[in-house]
């Protein structure tokens, strides 16, 4: 006998006469499901049960369309998620192209992985033209791009249980994803910041501008950090980059203010003093 766990739900399969059956036995529990399996076999050995025709597996762009229609249905009340299903389609439909579902494996849904990591970004020209620049592409870009595939699966399997999800869960590790992006504001914007905001942001704009300490970090700030006689501040970090490193330099009235480490955790700040 042969059964397998889809969610929460046993499912089993086995050849009958040269036929695949896969049904969901409805059950959670194991020994339940084994049963209904047994069940089910003995009345196929006894011709009590009909051998259904099998159902025609749909090619991937068939059953992309089908899932993209879904999908501006399903998510009227939030648009972007099914233009970022259409984005992602994009790729997927030119490496998958009119392969029938049942032919996609894990191994073909890894080739693709590899694929996409190694592909550079493009940006947008106008007019549906698109050029290719030298920045790599983003994990997250095809991290979005297998979720779109594991979706048009789920999706396919609802109306022919004979299909399996390549994608499922724990059968294909996504990328890690680093999406930490840096940027230092010019003196122009902090001062139009500055002129815009609210009294309790903007000082908590001009301790960032001026010491380069996070939003939390000011949150957490106390007066027994502050060290007025050595024009310092310590910061108790709670914060790593994914490499495991500490954070880059401040920028700090219009100078590079280094942030040293002690552990990665503790740091002085100098604070600036006005005339």
């Given amino acids: 006998m042969s059964i397998f766990k889809r969610g929460s739900t ?32 003995t009345a196929l050995a006894k011709g009590e049960v009909g051998i259904t ?26 648009p972007r998620t099914y233009r970022r299903c259409c984005d992602s389609s994009v790729a997927l439909l030119k490496f998958f192209g009119d392969t029938p579902l049942d032919k996609i494996g894990q191994a073909d849904v890894e080739r693709f992985k590899t694929k996409r990591s190694n592909e550079c970004r493009t940006i947008g020209l106008g007019g549906g033209k698109r050029k290719l620049t030298s920045k790599p592409l983003r994990s997250a870009t095809v991290n979005r791009e ?31 994803e680093d999406n930490l992006q840096k940027r230092t504001l010019s003196h122009d914007e902090q001062a139009k910041y500055l002129a815009a905001a609210t009294p309790k942001l903007r000082d908590i704009a001009t301790v960032m501008f001026e010491t380069g300490m996070l939003p939390d970090e000011v949150y957490r700030a106390h007066s ?6 050595h024009n310092t501040h310590t910061v108790q970090s709670l914060w790593k980059n ?15 203010c280094p942030r040293t480490t002690a552990g990665g955790s503790r740091e002085r700040l100098p604070v600036s003093q006005r005339s």
């Avoid at 994914?242 to 590079?256: E, I, L, V």
């Fill in 224 to 229: 027994d950090n502050l060290h007025l006689d």
């Fill in 53 to 78: 025709e099998k159902k025609k597996i749909p090619t991937f762009r068939v059953a992309m369309a089908d899932f993209l229609a879904w999908s501006q249905n399903e998510h009227r009340a939030r």
């Fill in 10 to 41: 046993y499912w089993y399969h086995f050849m009958f006469n040269g036929e695949h059956f896969q049904r969901s036995t409805k059950q959670g529990n194991p020994r339940v499901a084994r049963q209904i399996e047994a069940a089910f076999r």
């Fill in 242 to 256: 994914q490499s495991g490193t500490a954070r880059d330099q401040a920028h700090c009235y219009g100078t590079r």
């Fill in 146 to 176: 297998l979720s779109c595939l594991s979706g048009v699966f789920n999706h396919a399997i609802k109306g022919n249980e004979q299909l399996r999800n390549p994608v499922g869960r724990n059968r294909v590790r996504l990328l890690k």
